[in-house]
Structures are given as C-alpha cells and as structure tokens.
C-alpha cells in the first residue's frame, strides 16, 4: 500500500550525509514522502525580471544589472556598497552587512549580476538591503519558470539545500507517482486537483500563479491537501468509534433505577434543564447494549458531578462496577467527597485509588476492585496501571478528559477482557467530561468518535463575577485591598502562573508571595499550594480552605481544574497575559460559585501589546466559556487553545481547524458515507499511513 517514496530515505539524495541527515531528521523529514509533504511557506516570484521605473517602493523584485563600482563605506553601520545599472537602465545599488574584503572582490565592475529582494527608494534613489544575489561572468541563465518555494527550516538548513532535496523528490515523484486515495466522486463535487497533481503544484508552482490565492491558502492545490488530511483524521476517528462500537456492552434500564430516583430526590436542588436534558441522552445511551462514547462539555460550575453520579448509580445498581478517573488527587479527592455524599447512602460501597497508599493498603483496595465488592472506584492515573483489574467494569467516567489522549481514555475500557479470558468480552460504557469550553467545530475535529452533550446552562442564582484588569503596578494596592476583604470574612486565591515551564520556578514565585502577606500582615492567614508539595499536604491545605481556616490561598495553577470552594469569592491572578484565556476563564471559575458576589482580578505586566489588551478585555466582558473560547481559537489557534498535551495529537501538518472549519462540518458526513468502501478498498489504510503515521495514539488505540 505504502509508496515507494515513503521508503526512500533523504540519506540516499545527492548531497545529503549524516550532518544534513540529522538537520532533516529535526524537521520530521525521513523519507522523500515526508520532504513532498512539506509545504512552502510562501513563494518568490522569480520569474521574470522587474521593471525598476515602474517598480512599487518597498515591494519585492528581481532585478539583472551591470556592476559599475564596488565601495566599503564605513561609519556606524559599515557595509559594502555595490553601485549597478539596472537591466531597464535605471542605477540601483545593493548594500551588503558583514562582507568582507575576499566576498567583495565578487562584485567586479563590468559583471552582471541577479539579486532578489526588497527595493526601495533611498536618498540617492534605489537601493536593495541585502538582496539574494547571484554574480555572472557569461550570460546569465535563463529565469525560473516557476515561482520560488520558501520551506520552513531550521538552524544550520539552508533554504537553497531544503529547495534542491525537494527538487530531487518532486523528480522522483513523478516516476513514481503517489496512490489516488480520495474517491474521483468526491474530487469532482469539490473540484480538487489529484494529490500528485496538487503537490507538484505547491512545489513549482508556474509562472503567473495566482500568488494571492496560494498566500490566502485558498489554490486549488492547497485545498486538496487540506481535505486530504482532514476527511482522513475524520475517517480514522470514525473507523475508531465503529470497532468499540462493534463490541457489546451491558444495557442499563435507568428507568427501573429506584437509587436514581432516590439519588434525585435526596439532592438540595432542582436538576437544570440542560442538565436534565443531558441525562436523557446519557440514559438512552446506557440502555443500548453497545458502549455509550459521549462527551459532556459543560462550563466551569454547571453541575456535571451530580450527571455523572447519577449515571455510576444506575450501573452500579445493576451489579457492575464503576471507574471515576480525574487528573489531579486534590479533584479526585473532591469526587470521591461528592460520591460519598451521594452514593454511600444509597448503600454502594465506594472505594478511592490514587498513588500514595501504603503498599498493604493499595492491595486492599486492589483486591476489592478485583473481586467486585468495590463497586464506584474514584481515582487519578493510577487507575490505569496493570495492577488494577476490575471484576465486572461497566461505565469509565472521565473527568476533564481532555487531560488524557484518545489512548489513555480507551485503555482504561480495556481493563475488563483481562480479567476473565473465558468471559465473553464486553466493552464498559464511556462518559467523559469536560470543562474545557470547546467550540463545536474544534470539539468535532478533536473528538469526532464521541457523541457530544452540552449543559449549556448554569445552575440558577450563580452571581457574574466582576473582572477588572489592572497593571501590576498596582499589585501592591491589590493586596492591601485583598486583605481589608478578608477581614470582613472574604476568602480569597492569589494565583501566580507558569513562569516558566516549570513547577519549580512557579513554587518559588508563590512562595515570595506568601513571604509578602507575612510580612505586611501577619495576622492574615495565607496558605500556599503548588505541584511540588505532596498529594496529602495538598488536600490538607485544601480542607483548611474549605472550613475557613486559611483566608488566603496563594497557589500556582494547580488550582486549575475542578477545586470547588463556594465561599471563595476573590480571586487574584498576576501575568494574566501570559495565559490563555480558557485557562484564565477555568480559574476564574474557582469563585462565583456560592452565593457571595465574587471579584477576579486579572494583574498584566505593562507593557501590554495590542492583541493581548484585547484578549484581556474579552475576559473582562464575557464569563460564557464558549465564547471566551472562539476568540480564544481566533486569536491563538487549536494547538493553542487545547494545548498540545490536551489535543491527543491533534496538531496537522496542512490543515488549520479555524481557518479550514467550513471543511470539517462538509467532511464528517462524507466520512461516514465512504468509511465502508474506503475501508475495503484499501485506500483508508493508504490515507491513515500518509497522514497519521506519525500518530500512532489511533493505530494502537
Ligand atoms: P462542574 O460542572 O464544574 O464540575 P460541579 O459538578 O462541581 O460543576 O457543580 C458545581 C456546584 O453546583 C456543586 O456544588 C454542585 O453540587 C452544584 N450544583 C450542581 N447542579 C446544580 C443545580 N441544578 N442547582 C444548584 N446547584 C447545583
Ligand atoms: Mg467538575
């Protein structure tokens, strides 16, 4: 299936040894597959020659001229001036940095030369700043036919190299063109180009192209990739969800549930509409006799706790065992609180696995998951380690799941088939969760094998949080303010972000500014949390929060996810601009959540550049996650916004999902008509080795 070019490797071009080998290996570049891939920047238009009198100041051009005289000027900004009679007779010269005396004998007077670059207009008329330059002793070959490609690169890879490599594979590309994948139907009704035509294209792209269009990413030729890459992420993704699909799964009747019915009787508030709407979708799906696979997204607060134990108890009810998962002990421990409040009176036994019991303990715990007797298992990664083997597992919930890749969350619904090879295998129903608000295309490129739910509602008398935006040289005025609000009983978080990437340094700053508070006010009572202490001190300092003990809560983000102290109603955050806004809106959500009137303080370091003054606005004017986050996705991208650890590799080569969603909502229909055929024919596992190989999350998911 593979192509041949996929097996010729950089090392066998001309030119190429172990050193440019190794440069190539550091752009992902192996094979001459991977060098057809990757696609130019931009282009330069070197094929024809500029007319100097007609020429825009400031554009670019190519130019042929005559050498006059070659001087060194000196001064502050020595250089190396080349004075030129131009192929249309206009004079022009070229001005050189860091030249020296030997490079300068080049430029002989009398020699012709080409240069390429940006041509002003100086004083003593035109001028071009180190141009690209080529010194003919004979006549000068003939011009480019096509347009000049600019590779991405890396240090020590010249753009000349990167362009003669590629070269060479566009050569062999047309011996041994590439497979034709995308069904001729499909090609035709989106007036696509052929992948080698495409390619080939993007490589040499004629004299005369459109190169507006190829700058917009709007070609032909760019779509076709574009649709390649996405219709093939969006069949994997299908072809994902169909083999879990394939596998049964125990139906659960909710409505016969009678601790459900309890469980919502004995809550101290009314379920959202959105929240029961969301469980009728979840309740169909349980009572399927194939795995439920659905995503709840729902904004910070929105009550999807109660959801999810609402569903643990309708499974667990009827004889099989439930794994709660989150990606922190302080949320996993916050679970485990909540299920017991819920589910413990209604006569399930709960058990809570993390990573810091005594080795005695654990195989306690490990036996009861292992025999049945623990019926709701709350706890982090540890979770999915070998030791863990449940006796009948029937529904994964995991929280904010976007902390875990599609393979992490699938391994974990794969714990049951071990556990009794001559049990007909079955797979456990998945609910996932997720606060991170995604917009609906993002969430669809991301997670296209899950069925999505919204609560697109808050639980009511949720006060808005006021924000204000202030420069941190009013930190100090902050604090002082800080402290009056908790001597009238306010509770409050003063978060300290990434400063780097790493917990270390982030612990240190939190910690001089725990020093500060003790220092100016001794009687507050300040605490300080960061990824460096131990999982026990961080749920003692947390359950001092919670009863009110410590009034101040310095934290790195830590804090980020799920920490649920309603009496916390001021939150402080310094160098906001060097978050993003989906976090900032996720720590932000640690306050408003009872019934005080809470303040967020967002303290930015000046100067603030214009897109961050506007990404900062938008958190001061909308507390809705989703919108928070299309501007989110607009300004900073998916990668961004998902963060590459959250993505489960959702970073494409040629695709961009903002600029390319009209796309996604057209593809995910047609993957689910050609799956079948593509699947037979073969073509699905030529576009998954193409564009996916080097995701193997969904090859070994
Ligand atoms: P999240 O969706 O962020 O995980 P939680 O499930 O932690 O939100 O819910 C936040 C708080 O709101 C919790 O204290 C929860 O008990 C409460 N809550 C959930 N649903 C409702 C509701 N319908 N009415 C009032 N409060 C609710
Ligand atoms: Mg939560």
């Not at 809560?553 to 978050?579: H, K, Q």
Request: a neutral charge; glycine letters at 6%.
């Amino acid at each position: 299936m593979s192509s041949p070019l996929s097996e010729l490797q950089v090392s066998g071009l001309k030119g190429v040894g172990p050193k440019l080998a190794e440069k190539l290996a550091k752009l992902q570049l192996h094979s001459l597959l991977d060098l057809l891939f990757h696609l130019p920047l931009r282009y330069q238009d070197k094929t024809q020659l500029t007319q100097l009198s007609q020429c825009l100041p400031g554009s670019e051009g190519l130019i042929e001229a005559e050498i006059l005289q070659s001087r060194f000027v000196g001064g502050r900004a020595p250089g190396l001036w080349v004075d030129c009679l131009s192929h249309d007779q206009t004079p022009v010269s070229l001005r050189f940095f860091h030249v020296n005396a030997n490079q300068a004998r080049f430029y002989q007077r009398g020699k012709r030369l080409r240069a390429f670059g940006e041509c002003k207009l100086g004083m003593q008329g035109w001028e071009m700043m180190h141009p690209d330059c080529e010194v003919f002793s004979a006549e000068p070959p003939p011009l480019s036919p096509f347009l000049t490609p600019i590779y991405p690169t890396t240090e020590g890879l010249g753009q000349k190299t990167l362009q003669k490599l590629i070269k060479q594979a566009c050569l062999q590309l047309e011996q041994y063109p590439l497979a034709e994948h995308l069904p001729r139907q499909l090609c035709d009704q989106w007036q696509l180009p052929g992948i080698n035509e495409a390619l080939l294209t993007l490589h040499q792209p004629p004299a005369g192209s459109d190169t507006g269009a190829l700058s917009r990413v709007e070609t032909p030729a760019q779509q076709r990739l574009i649709v390649e890459e996405l219709f093939t992420h969006q069949l994997s993704l299908q072809r994902l969800r169909q083999s879990q699909q394939a596998i049964p799964a125990p139906a659960f009747n909710s409505q016969t549930s009678r601790g459900l019915h309890q469980l919502i009787a004995n809550l101290p508030f009314q379920l959202t509409l959105a929240q029961q709407r969301v469980w009728q979708e979840i309740s169909q799906d349980l009572a399927q006799a194939r795995p439920m696979q659905r995503l709840v997204q729902g904004d910070v607060g929105s009550g999807k706790t109660v959801i999810a134990a609402m569903a643990a108890q309708v499974c667990a009810e009827q004889g099989y065992q439930v794994a709660i998962m989150a990606p922190t002990e302080i949320l996993a421990e916050q679970h485990r609180q909540a299920m017991q409040a819920w589910l413990t009176p209604l006569g399930l036994q709960l058990t809570s696995l993390s990573g810091r019991h005594k080795p005695s303990e654990r195989q306690q715990i490990l036996a009861a998951i292992a025999s049945g007797e623990a019926q709701v298992i709350v706890g982090t990664h540890a979770l999915f380690q070998d030791s863990v083997v449940f006796k009948q597992l029937g529904l994964v919930i995991i929280d904010e799941q976007h902390r875990f890749g599609v393979h992490q969350r699938l391994a974990l619904t794969q714990k049951n088939q071990t556990s009794d090879p001559n049990q007909s295998a079955w797979q456990p129903h998945q609910l996932t969760m997720t606060a991170t608000p995604i917009p609906r295309t993002l969430a669809m490129a991301a997670y296209g094998d899950l069925d999505l739910s919204v609560i697109d509602e808050l639980p009511p008398g949720r006060q808005a949080i006021d924000t204000a935006v202030l420069s941190n040289s009013k930190r100090y005025e902050v604090m002082e303010h800080l402290y009056q609000a908790c001597q009238q009983g306010v509770q409050a978080y003063w978060v300290c972000p990434l400063i780097e990437e790493s917990e270390q340094l982030n612990a240190q700053a939190a910690a001089s500014t725990l020093a500060e508070f003790q220092q100016q006010w001794p009687d507050l009572k300040v605490g300080l949390i960061h990824g460096k202490l131990k999982p026990a001190e961080k749920e003692q300092l947390m359950a001092d929060f919670k009863a009110q003990q410590l009034q101040v809560l310095v934290a790195t983000t830590v804090i980020e996810v799920g920490v649920n102290v309603p009496n916390a109603s001021l939150m402080i955050i310094e160098n906001a601009e060097r978050l993003g806004l989906a976090q900032l809106h996720q720590l932000r959500g640690r306050v408003g959540r009872g019934s005080k009137k809470s303040h967020c303080v967002l303290l930015y370091q000046a100067p603030l550049s214009e897109t961050a003054k506007a990404r900062l606005n938008i958190m001061r004017e909308s507390q809705d996650g989703f919108v928070i986050a299309e501007e989110d996705l607009k300004i900073r991208g998916p990668g961004e916004v998902l963060g590459t650890r959250q993505t489960g590799g959702l970073s494409f080569r040629i695709a961009d999902i903002s600029r390319d969603q009209a796309w996604l909502t057209e593809l995910q229909p047609a993957a689910h008509d050609w799956l079948e055929t593509l699947q037979q024919s073969g073509d699905l596992a030529g576009l998954e080795a193409r564009w996916l190989a080097h995701r193997l999350d969904y090859h070994h998911a």
